[in-house]
């Protein structure tokens, strides 16, 4: 039977690169093929059996808000709110909700401003079939020099992370999505950093695994790469961009 597993979605950037239409939308709330970009993520923790999920609030925090409750009233995954005044880094939303997964076995930590047709039941699987205390979800990127790339062995152990190298290793970039057990959860909390990437996955290099996702993912930071997605999903995902 598979463990109880939460979510900590972080969703509180500005989104500059997609203004001026993020002056009056926040990210996680701009429309891509007939559904926000947040419930797109909703949707597939609700189909992984996820029940409790965490977001961070900061840029047009009241429209998230009433996003979440009219989510709340209808679905079976139900989302708090952790406001930040001031952001606190991916790695610093996790310290300031230290406590989030004590009573869980592991958290989904989600980068919900990317897009992504990914199936969380699967990484659930996965993580759940190695010994390690991480599962970091990678894909195939064709800018190396623009992402945090990692390198698998031939069991899939992470064994190298390098935060948008000069020279890459590979072409396995970090998805932005991770599945952590609790205790690793507390390690991230007690570190008081700034950035997973940069402060804290390197240190998760040889007890790490990856798990290669080979379906859509994306960031949709910027307009072209925004269009890019709406076209996707009309598409249905079924071609990779």
Request: glycine share 10%; hydrophobic share 40%.
């Amino acid at each position: 039977m598979p463990g109880r597993y939460k979510a900590l979605l972080l969703a509180g950037g500005l989104g500059t690169r997609l203004r001026p239409l993020t002056n009056t939308v926040p990210k996680c709330l701009v429309p891509i093929g007939g559904k926000v970009l947040l419930d797109y993520w909703l949707d597939a923790l609700e189909a992984a059996g996820v029940r409790d999920a965490l977001l961070n609030t900061h840029h047009l925090r009241n429209a998230v808000v009433d996003h979440l409750k009219a989510a709340n009233a209808k679905r079976t995954v139900k989302t708090q709110e952790t406001y930040e005044p001031e952001l606190l880094g991916s790695a610093g939303t996790v310290h300031a909700n230290a406590q989030w997964v004590d009573d869980a076995d592991g958290c989904l930590v989600i980068y919900a401003d990317n897009l992504s047709n990914i199936d969380l039941t699967r990484v659930i699987e996965f993580h759940e079939g190695h010994g390690d205390p991480v599962t970091m979800v990678l894909f195939h990127t064709p800018y190396p020099k623009q992402c945090g790339i990692a390198e698998i062995d031939a069991s899939g152990r992470v064994i190298d992370f390098v935060e948008k190298p000069e020279r890459p290793k590979s072409n396995l970039a970090n998805a932005g999505l991770y599945l952590v057990s609790t205790a690793a959860y507390r390690e991230i909390a007690e570190r008081d950093v700034f950035d997973l990437g940069f402060d804290v996955i390197p240190n998760f290099v040889g007890r790490m695994s990856g798990f290669v996702f080979d379906g859509y993912h994306r960031d949709i930071g910027n307009p072209e790469a925004l269009e890019n997605a709406r076209e996707a999903a009309q598409r249905g995902f079924g071609a990779k961009a």
